[in-house]
């Protein structure tokens, strides 16, 4: 059943809460092509923020307020005016936190930009799906789990993740298949214990995602023959509790030409922010509550189980 | 019917309430209570579940659990662990029960 209709049968309509979170897609451009990426970023894409749309969002920033800043990508270390978004935006909200593949922070061109973030207060959110090399390296690369552990201990070193440093580095966590995510505080239960046992390594917060069958990991789903299994098995796991959660409530998401979305996903479908394009220079005011969210059938994702925002599992 | 093992039976399990309603639910509430977070974990329970599934050789079990297994944040290399721990005991038992063996030979023979 369309998720549409799911909700119609259940009296739910999808609209706009009072948005809080400003989340910054930087661009496709990646030093990974990881398989579960629903943007299909990748060392071949060539799309990142050009310097007047990075000065239209630090500029949207500063005329709404947001309590929270939310930059993604693609790799963010990648854009070579991130230092600029980083100062720009980092006084603007309360909380500014920057999404890490940590193999492209551990590169050494990019390893000074760990300071810029200890210096800002920016929050790290790194992207770690399992400490086993089989999964993480299937998912992401050869070798990534090595370099992210290595990234992980430099960032410890800065304090990141420690306790009483005031420097927040927490992990994001997505499948490494056609199948959900692990209870989350399990899940952040058992990685706290093995990174510490195996490498020393403290972080904060852990956060579980369900991977969205859109860009890549749909492609892989259809080679793989999963792409049916994976759709019924979300849309089974519908959770109507979710609906009041999700992100796309409170989320004001621009891409990397300066578009709105309504939140990362409905940007990598192509779903604009009210139907129709409208460029962040254009945002005078924040998207009125009530205001109808466009919606898809990878929305499922989202409302499955616990349920899904940038911050991890809604229900604990 | 063509096969004996249809993976889509696995989603009918519950049909075997039909008839028996109260024993299928009294099965399924202690079910439910023995796979809870308890002493062990959910993930520790799945993969004990996954080497009796392989004990047991139920193709529903193994198909079930593996997915379980995975979702609870196993990897494989400790999933083919736990079948090596099934492997291992059913193995095990039957060389265990060559003591038997010997001890009747060793009695009938001069």
Known sequence: MLLAETLQERGIELRRASATILQINVGFKCNLACRHCHVEAGPSRREMMDVPTIEAVIAAAGRLQFQIIDITGGAPELLPGLPRLIAGLAPLAPKLLVRTNLVALALPEFTNLMELYKRHGVCIVASLPSINPGQTDAQRGIGVLERSVSALKLLNGLGYGIEGSGLKLDLAVNPTGAFLPPDQTQAEKRFRQDLERKHKIAFNDLFTFANVPLGRFRNWLEKSGNLGAYRKKIEESFNPSTIQHLMCRTTVSVDWQGFLYDCDFNLAAGLHHCGKKKHVSELTELPPEGTPIPIADHCYACTAGTGFTCSGSILR | ?110
Not at chain 2, 29 to 51: T, W
Request: charged share 25%; proline share 3%; hydrophobic share 45%.
């Open chain 2, 1 to 110: 019917m063509k096969t004996y093992y249809d993976p889509q039976d696995l989603a009918r399990f519950k049909e075997i309430g039909k008839n028996a309603p109260e024993l299928g639910e009294r099965f399924f509430d202690y079910y439910n209570a023995v796979f809870a977070d308890g002493a062990l974990s959910e993930r520790e329970k799945a993969l004990i579940a996954l080497a009796v599934a392989h004990a047991v050789q139920c193709p529903y079990c193994i198909d079930a659990y593996t997915v379980a297994c995975l979702e609870k944040g196993s990897n494989l290399d400790e999933m083919t662990e736990a079948v090596h721990v099934a492997n291992a005991i059913r193995g095990g038992a039957s060389l265990a029960h060559g003591v038997q063996m010997r001890k009747i030979a060793e009695k009938l023979s001069m």
